[in-house]
């Protein structure tokens, strides 16, 4: 019997890739941007969902205005925690599965070591509260809720959303002609958006639960990323490095918010590439995406 799905957030550029693979896989994909579902009203959630009859729902809707956060922290907590309480009820009351995405950033970024999903969370800022207090409302009204955390998701689709993401930014900024400085002193793993959807998909098809963490299979500071992504791109601006002390931002954010993937391969999913080779990957799939010649 063919499963039902839906994908929430379906034009971003996590929502494509998972729409993409769900639809590979021969599932019923139904799509929600927006426009089409505000799911910070519960009652407009709970008809939908009861309307779609679905067996699994994928949250990749998500405020991540990290430093607009801090200026508006009720924004945040209504997309990031309590539309999350509205889909797990909704969820709760359709026996349907739910797969929430969350972030690095519910770290300090204190540890020494990548982030297991058992170390202790400590948001520092309005944005990485919210999403924290979206795990939790998932947990709290579902028994076997997906938590999948992730960090620097880059995927083609960034070419089509207003925020894009970091390796369209450095593009940018080269093609600007002005010296590019990135911090050096923020250590992450950048994750290639199809390989989350895919991996995702794997746990849900292992019929897995809790907490889990999908990152890139790099760590990397941000300014060692942009050198890679200049190196794969062919071209050669002024890339300097700066850190946080120059470059202050409205929030704080985790130093060292690398995320270890060990739990993911214990229950045999597939280790995630090296971050070049996910890069080359991107500007493979980047081509199709300018010309307009997507499959």
């Not at 945040?76 to 009820?89: G, H, I, P, Y």
């Not at 409302?137 to 955390?149: D, G, K, P, S």
């Not at 300014?223 to 190196?231: G, H």
Request: glycine share 6%; aromatic share 8%.
């Amino acid at each position: 019997m063919t499963q039902r799905a839906v994908v929430l957030g379906a034009a971003g550029q996590l929502g494509v890739e998972l729409v993409r693979e769900l639809q590979a896989r021969r599932y019923d994909v139904t799509t929600w941007d927006r426009a089409r579902l505000d799911i910070t009203d519960p009652r407009a959630v709970e008809s939908a969902l009861a309307a779609a009859s679905p067996d699994i729902v994928l949250n990749s809707a998500a405020y991540n205005q990290v430093d607009v956060a801090e200026a508006e922290p009720l924004a945040a907590v209504q997309v990031n925690a309590l539309a999350v309480r509205n889909l797990a009820l909704a969820c709760r009351q359709n026996d349907a599965r739910l797969v929430h995405f969350s972030t690095d950033y519910v770290f300090d970024g204190q540890a020494n070591q990548p982030y297991t999903e058992e170390h202790p969370t400590r948001p520092l800022g309005a944005y990485a509260v919210s999403k924290l207090a979206g795990e939790l409302y998932a947990q709290a009204y579902l028994e076997r809720a997906l938590i999948v955390r992730t960090c620097g998701v880059f995927g083609p689709g960034g070419l089509h959303t207003a925020r894009g993401n970091f390796v369209e930014l450095m593009l940018r900024l080269a093609a600007a002609g002005r010296p590019i400085r990135v911090v050096e002193d923020h250590i992450a793993s950048p994750t290639f958006a199809p390989l989350l959807a895919s991996r995702t998909i794997d746990l849900v098809e292992r019929t897995q639960s809790g907490v889990f963490h999908i990152g890139g299979g790099t760590p990397i500071s941000w300014f060692l990323f942009a050198r890679m992504i200049f190196e794969v791109a062919g071209i050669t601006p002024e890339l300097l490095p700066t850190n946080e002390k120059e470059y202050r931002t409205a929030a704080r954010r985790p130093k060292y918010s690398v995320l270890s993937n060990s739990k993911m391969q214990r229950v045999g999913i597939a280790p995630m590439p090296p971050l070049r080779e996910a890069l080359e990957s991107y500007f493979a799939a980047r081509r199709p995406e300018l010309t307009g010649s997507r499959a």
